[in-house]
């Protein structure tokens, strides 16, 4: 698998297998970090699950009602905050470089549609 890179409006992700350390990146407006391997799949895993998590509490509340859900791993902890279908998106770093970042809500479907889109969709299968 050769290097990718994939960005729009406010995000950018990437992957490079031959990275001797830091594989993933991570970025939006201004800022960008790579990740671990370990770091990147955990990253993709979770922001599925909110994504899935958020949707489900779609018909659960009140058109003007506002949630917040977390996920947490040994690695990284990410936090989706506002309404089921527009909502933005924070994570933290919990080792090493202790890095931060977020997605405002306008950003947050593209960077979702990215996510499952080769070659991120076949590296959270294979880690799955």
Known sequence: MIRQIKSGEGWRL???PSAAEFCGLVGGEGW????TT???????RSVSQLAIAMAA???SL???ERLC??????LIWLE?????AQYG?????????????EWPPKVVQALLIALAEPPFTALFAESA
């Open 80 to 84: 989706a905050e506002g309404f089921p």
């Open 62 to 64: 009140m058109d003007e």
């Open 89 to 101: 998106l924070r994570f933290i770093l919990l080792n090493g470089r202790k890095a931060e970042g």
């Open 32 to 35: 960008a970090i790579e990740l």
């Open 38 to 44: 370990a770091e990147f799949l955990d990253f993709g």
């Open 14 to 16: 990437g992957w490079n």
């Open 69 to 74: 859900c977390e996920q947490e791993t040994a």
């Open 57 to 59: 509490m779609n018909d």
